[in-house]
């Protein structure tokens, strides 16, 4: 039996120490936006957030993840949308829309690391792959997630 806190909720999991997180979440907690796409943490659609870091789930063991805070896309923006999910809304950032979760996940946690990023943080945070080649769009839709957090300045002191 495993503990997993996930998306602010403790589970206790009968699952072996060594399965990949991504079942754990996908099989037995029924989250289900969290996708298989290569199982050699290649692809990035299986992206979640572990303690606050982008991790690939289908390479990381349950054991690995217990004790840790997990985010998957179902918890990212509770409540209501992240504004990641809304800029990705709003720029039509989805095609086929197989690898955005991932790719969302890994937005927002670049997001939370560097409020402003350039066009090179993105490059190398966004490492996930898409078959569909929307990076221009998605580059775009973090760019502006990130325009509403530059645009508050501090108060200034008389």
Request: hydrophobic share 40%; net charge positive.
């Amino acid at each position: 039996m495993l503990k997993l806190t996930v998306n602010g909720r403790t589970h206790t999991v009968d699952v072996e120490p060594e399965m990949p997180l991504l079942w754990v979440l996908r099989d037995h907690l029924n989250l289900p936006g969290t996708k298989y796409g290569c199982g050699i943490s290649q692809c990035g659609a299986c992206t979640v957030h572990v303690d606050g870091e982008p991790v690939r789930s289908c390479v990381m063991t349950a054991a690995q993840a217990a004790g840790k805070k997990i985010v998957t896309i179902e918890g990212l923006g509770k409540p209501g949308l992240h504004r990641i999910q809304k800029a990705w809304i709003e720029h039509e950032v989805p095609q086929c829309g197989y690898c955005q979760t991932g790719m969302i996940m890994s937005a927002a946690a670049l997001l939370a690391k560097t409020p402003r990023p350039t066009d090179a943080d993105i490059d190398d945070a966004m490492t996930n792959l898409c078959r569909c080649g929307t990076y221009a769009r998605v580059r775009k839709a973090i760019h502006a997630a990130a325009a509403p957090v530059a645009s508050v300045a501090p108060a200034k002191k008389a």
